[in-house]
Nanobody, 126 residues
Framework: QVQLVESGGGLVQPGGSLRLSCAAS????????IAWFRQAPGKKREGVSC????????YYTDFVKGRFTISRDNAKNSGYLQMNSLTREDTAVYYC???????????????????WGQGTQVTVSS
């Protein structure tokens, strides 16, 4: 059974950090790009970051550049999203997803994803 499971979400104060994990089972993650999306209440799901399957080139949307770092460990069949300098605007449910071997160029549409995790809540509040 193909499955993606996110973990690592929680409540954090503004300026704090969290590290999200995405564990895959039932398939080999190394053949897929890994992407992170998020959805805040009342808003559309938006792409956050992506990492290619092969050369580990990365993509970040403007609002997380310099704060978030995406990575992967193919030996562990997992992906990660390190989030630093969090703000209240980062509050959302975060989802990991897989795509083809490469990340889309210049944008990160949710329609490009094939497998999805169930999401993990990130709340930034004092």
């Amino acid at each position: 059974q193909v499955q993606l499971v996110e973990s690592g979400g929680g409540l954090v104060q503004p300026g704090g950090s969290l590290r999200l994990s995405c564990a895959a089972s039932g398939f080999t993650l190394q053949n897929h790009a890994i992407a992170w999306f998020r959805q805040a209440p009342g808003k559309k799901r938006e792409g956050v970051s992506c990492i290619d399957s092969r050369d580990e080139s990365t993509y970040y949307t403007d609002f997380v550049k310099g704060r978030f770092t995406i990575s992967r460990d193919n030996a562990k069949n997992s992906g990660y999203l390190q989030m630093n300098s969090l703000t209240r605007e980062d509050t959302a449910v975060y989802y990991c997803a897989t795509m083809g071997p490469f990340c889309p160029i210049g944008t990160l549409p949710s329609q490009a994803a094939d497998y999805w995790g169930q999401g993990t809540q990130v709340t930034v509040s004092s």
